[in-house]
C-alpha cells in the first residue's frame, strides 16, 4: 500500500487507488482535485514573490524619490512598481478563482462519496476482514516460530547440563519491562488478534467483540447483538 492520502484544503483525503480499490466516479474527482491543489499552492507561492517584488520596487521608488528631491532631478516614474501591482492583482484574482473551482471540486467529492457510501463500504470491510485474516496468520506463524525457538533454547539449555532431563513447554514466555510485573508474550499476541478484529468490525460488531473480551456475553451466535455492560 503506498499514496494512501492526499492533500486538501481541509486536511487529508483517501486515495483508493493506494487501497487498490477501483471507486472510477470518486478517482476522476480526486485526479482534478489533485491537479487543481498543485497548481492553486504554485500560484499561491507566485503571488507571494509577486508582492514581495513589488514591495522592493515600492521601497526603492521611495528612496529614489527622496534622492530626487535632495539632488532637483528627476522624480521616477514608478513604471516598474505599477506593473508589478498590475501583475499582483492578476494574481489575486486568479488564485482566487482557482481556491473557489478547488472548494467545489472537493464539496462534489463529498457528495460522490456519500451517493456511494453503502456500497464501497461493503467493499472496504471485507477488504479490511481480509487484511484481519492475514494479521491473525503472521501471528499464528509467529506463535510457532517463538515455541520452535523455546524448543532450540532448551536444547541448547540440555547440552550445557545433559545429565539432566530435557523439556520444554509453550511458555508464558514474559518480556521484562521496569513495571512489577512483565509482559506475557502470549496475551500480546492475544491482544494483536483482538485488535486486528476489532479494527477490522463494524462499530456494532466491535462492540460486541468488546463485550466477549470483558466477559459481559456468553454467545456469539449469527445475529447477536451483544449484551451491554453493567450500568455503574
Given amino acids: 500500500m503506498k499514496n494512501l492520502s492526499q492533500r486538501s ?7 483508493p487507488e493506494g487501497f487498490g480499490l477501483r471507486w472510477g466516479p470518486l478517482q476522476k474527482l480526486l485526479a482534478e482535485q489533485r491537479r487543481m491543489f498543485g497548481e492553486s499552492r504554485d500560484a499561491g507561492f507566485k503571488l507571494q514573490e509577486l508582492r514581495d517584488r513589488l514591495t522592493a520596487a515600492e521601497r526603492a521608488e521611495e528612496l529614489a524619490l527622496v534622492r530626487s528631491f535632495r539632488s532637483q532631478g528627476d522624480e521616477p516614474d514608478g513604471a516598474e512598481a505599477a506593473e508589478l501591482r498590475a501583475e499582483v492583482e492578476r494574481a489575486e484574482k486568479r488564485l482566487n478563482a482557482q481556491q473557489r473551482a478547488l472548494r467545489q471540486v472537493e464539496a462534489e467529492i463529498t457528495a460522490t462519496a456519500a451517493k456511494h457510501a453503502e456500497e464501497w463500504r461493503a467493499e472496504v ?8 485474516g492475514a494479521v491473525e496468520d503472521a501471528i499464528r506463524r509467529l506463535r510457532e516460530a517463538q515455541q520452535e525457538l523455546s524448543a532450540y533454547a532448551a536444547l541448547a539449555d540440555w547440552l550445557e547440563r545433559p545429565q539432566t532431563g ?31 478484529r476489532e ?7 466491535r462492540q460486541n467483540l468488546q463485550y466477549a473480551a470483558l466477559g459481559l456475553v456468553t454467545t456469539q451466535a449469527p445475529g447477536w447483538q451483544g449484551t451491554a455492560p453493567p450500568a455503574g
Fill in 9 to 15: 484544503t481541509r486536511g487529508e483525503l483517501p486515495n
Fill in 199 to 205: 479494527t477490522a468490525a463494524s462499530p456494532e460488531e
Fill in 166 to 196: 530435557f523439556g520444554f513447554g509453550p511458555g508464558p514466555h514474559v518480556i521484562d519491562t521496569f513495571n512489577a510485573r512483565g509482559v506475557n508474550i502470549g496475551e500480546v499476541f492475544d491482544a494483536l488478534v483482538q485488535d486486528a
Fill in 125 to 132: 470491510r471485507a477488504a479490511a476482514q481480509e487484511k484481519a
